[in-house]
């Protein structure tokens, strides 16, 4: 269902920007805002509708870090490396999310329970090291308590 | 007219056209500027910083290679700062390299090898910072190895512009970009059409061929294998330069080389070529004069232009010809005419093809057809490159060899078939045939000069007995665009078609600029090499492959006639549309 609106979207999308200068980088902003990340058969169904190549896509995908390849988890999972989490290792935090979550900095769970990132102070420095899951920061996190904290998202779920 | 330019390099005036970068000019004056991104094929893409050079009046360092001189510019190209510089450039460049130069594809062969050579690197200056990006062989054809990659640019340039193909891109950006295809996909599920231009034009070893050599190394060891060999047109004078003679045809010490080898016959692609040339100018004629079958009629010996259409034209299917590519016909006339003529088992024979050409390697086992002999016709296929090396593994004194002679069931040749090597070579030996098929008498001169040469298309009308036919003559895939589309065009009007017969080769310069030639091409050294072709061509008594006494032979003893039922069997084949992208 998700997927004949895709089709439908990218075809208006198509139709409202094919004579404009530059856009390819304005439909992808519209991909990405309405789905969360730009999917590989719509970038395929694109680089026939613009007749642009795949690889100048993906080359515009991945150099902007506002575009995603894979689909966001329903937490967004954030460890913040910025100065003070940094000196406050905020690396053994981001180790123990990817050893819970079996993903790396960047990745969605298979489950599509979470995304990963890292990111760059979350502006709470007097609480590092932080992490933050949706809206929600946690602060002086030790590493034994990552655990309990994610586990909190999965529960509610049941 | 072009405004001329006067400026001083290190002193020296030179006097250049306005536009001249300050690369070139310094080229006019014997000045060699450090380089590692910029390739003579390429525009300057400005990646690698070593062409910095200093130009007085401004505190600024300059790339030479994409600065335009300017008048009375004054320039210096080398003094201690600009040496300190273009040292700690390379040494940058060197952190994120991995010191693997014993194992490497490109040892003793490598840009970045020589330049740490020439700038005495002796020690990892900065923190080793390597990239962990598995290699990936799957085409089977070449390896790309992203580890070693310097991010120059010039693959991408070459599959991308130079021959429209887009399987290479760079991914991601800093410290994070790599050399791949669009997303995480391997290179046999992208679009490459396996051309190898991106490894004749990595400077390091991150795009380099396959190596086979080893597969040929146990097949001669084995007693059970009876092992033969044939070399493509565009080889023979090419292989010289890695023993450095550059341009020289040295067919017949290869001949003598392959022997002392150990291989138990030698044959001749352009044997192959004369037989493709029957069947083709046959193919041709029975289109343009009985109507059977689409005209144009386009040339398909290349495998690399054959995935290209396959991928991106396949509405073109029915123009191309169904003739299989010199190569493989004697691959198959291998494990059926010459082993019944001479009471061999085909199951033993192991026949190894030496070619200019990565995709060669994709070739042999492309479709069904090419196992028409009842066995893989040929079993392995390996570059000039790969050649160069089992040459020096063998400790053989290549140069100095006596001349010897093929094997002459599969290994003499005409004329015509030897200019299959360079762009319209196909086209003017199948129109040779082509004339005495239809008038029935030999032309008084067989030079064809329209279809010669570097310019990126070519086309000539020829007359054949009142007939006019229009010809078109591309090389470098991104030029085949143009000519196709003229084709669709006319057909879609229901106007006169433009040509009557296309012939294609993917690489620039035709296979003498093959992805598996030897390195630093050049168009010069294009022209090179294809005029010792020409000469070839030019020296042999019998250039039409018709008059090749083996070939009637063939024709008389085995096959029958050309186009017939025998030869549709073991020298056609068919295309179909495949996906650009698998995944």
């Not at chain 1, 298979?110 to 949706?134: E, N, Q, T």
């Not at chain 2, 030479?64 to 001189?69: R, V």
């Not at chain 2, 010897?404 to 090597?421: C, N, P």
């Not at chain 2, 030897?518 to 061509?537: E, F, G, H």
């Amino acid at each position: 269902m998700k997927k004949d609106r895709l089709q439908a979207d990218l075809e208006g999308l198509v139709k409202k920007w094919k004579s404009k200068k530059g856009n390819l980088i304005m439909i992808l902003h519209s991909i990405e805002n309405i789905y969360g990340y730009v999917p590989r058969d719509t970038s395929l169904k694109l680089s026939r509708l613009l007749d642009v190549p795949l690889a100048r896509i993906y080359e515009v995908i991945t150099f902007y870090n506002y575009f995603k390849l894979e689909p966001p988890g329903k937490h967004n999972v954030s460890v913040c490396m910025g100065t003070a989490c940094y000196l406050r290792d905020a690396s053994s935090l981001i180790e123990e999310v990817e050893k819970i979550l079996h993903i790396k900095e960047g990745q969605t769970t298979k489950d599509s329970m979470f995304h990963f990132d890292v990111v760059r102070c979350l502006g709470c420095c007097g609480l590092a090291p932080v992490m933050m899951i949706d809206e929600k920061v946690y602060g002086k996190v030790k590493k034994n308590e990552v655990a309990d904290i994610l586990s909190k998202y999965v529960k509610e779920e049941e | 007219m072009y405004k001329m330019i006067e400026a001083k390099i290190n002193g020296i005036t030179v006097e250049v056209k306005e536009g001249t970068t300050v690369m070139e000019a310094a080229k006019k004056v014997q000045i060699k500027i450090p380089t590692l991104c910029k390739h003579p094929d390429l525009p300057p893409s400005a990646a690698c910083g070593l062409c910095i050079v200093k130009v007085k009046g401004s505190n600024k360092m300059f790339r030479a290679c994409c600065t335009p001189i300017e008048d009375k510019m004054e320039i210096t190209t080398n003094d201690p700062d600009i040496v300190e510089v273009r040292k700690t450039v390379l040494e940058l460049i060197l952190s994120n390299h991995p010191n693997d130069c014993l194992k490497c594809g490109r040892n003793s062969n490598c840009e970045l090898q020589s330049m740490a050579s020439d700038f005495g690197i002796r020690e990892d200056v900065f923190k080793k910072f390597l990239r962990d990006i598995p290699q990936d062989s799957t085409t089977g054809t070449i390896v790309l190895d992203p580890t070693k990659c310097i991010l120059c640019g010039r693959c991408i340039e070459v599959c991308q512009k130079g021959q429209d193909v887009w399987a290479l891109s760079f991914l991601q950006r800093g410290m994070d970009t790599r050399i791949s295809p669009a997303g995480d996909i391997k290179l046999s599920e992208s679009p490459c059409v396996k051309c190898g231009q991106c490894s004749a034009h990595c400077p390091t070893g991150a795009i380099f061929e396959k190596d086979d050599t080893r597969l040929v190394w146990e097949a001669l060891k084995n007693a059970d294998k009876y092992c033969v060999i044939q070399i493509a047109p565009a080889v023979r004078v090419a292989i010289g330069e890695a023993f450095g003679v550059v341009g020289k045809n040295l067919t017949k010490k290869l001949y003598a080389l392959f022997r002392r080898m150990g291989f138990k016959a030698v044959f001749d692609t352009n044997f192959g070529a004369d037989v493709t040339i029957m069947e083709e100018a046959g193919e041709f004629v029975e289109r343009l004069l009985h109507n059977k079958g689409e005209l144009p009629l386009i040339t398909s010996c290349c495998p690399a232009w054959v995935d290209f259409m396959e991928k991106f034209h396949s509405d073109m299917i029915n123009h191309f010809s169904t003739c299989k590519s010199p190569h493989e016909i004697v691959g198959t006339l291998s494990k059926t005419y010459y082993a019944e003529k001479n009471g061999i088992d085909p199951a033993k024979i192991y026949m190894v093809s030496i070619m200019p050409c990565t995709a060669k390697k994709y070739e042999i086992t492309r479709s069904g057809e090419m196992f028409a002999s009842g066995f893989q016709d040929i079993d392995v296929t390996i570059t000039t490159r790969e050649l160069s090396r089992m040459i020096k593994q063998a400790g053989i004194d290549f140069l100095n060899l006596p001349d010897e002679e093929a094997d002459g069931l599969l290994g003499e040749y005409s004329g015509a078939g030897v200019i299959f090597g360079a762009t319209g070579g196909v086209m003017e030996a199948a129109l040779r045939t082509a004339y005495n098929i239809v008038t029935g008498k030999e032309l008084e001169d067989v030079n064809f000069i329209k279809t010669r040469g570097l310019e990126s298309i070519k086309e000539a009308e020829i007359d054949i007995k009142g007939t006019k036919i229009r010809i078109a003559v591309a090389h470098g895939l991104s030029h085949v665009e143009e000519v196709l589309n003229r084709v669709r065009q006319a057909k879609k009007e229901g106007k006169e078609l433009p040509y009557h017969f296309i012939e294609v080769m993917a690489c620039p310069g035709g296979c003498v600029g093959g992805g598996g030639q030897p390195y630093n091409v050049t168009d010069a050294l294009r022209l090179k090499r294809s005029s010792a072709i020409y000469q070839d061509d030019k020296d042999k008594e019998l250039r039409c492959s018709h008059k090749n006494p083996y070939v009637k032979k063939l024709y008389k003893d085995f096959l029958g006639k050309p186009l017939g039922e025998k030869s549709h069997k073991l020298c056609h084949t068919e295309y179909k549309a495949r996906p650009i992208y698998i995944r």
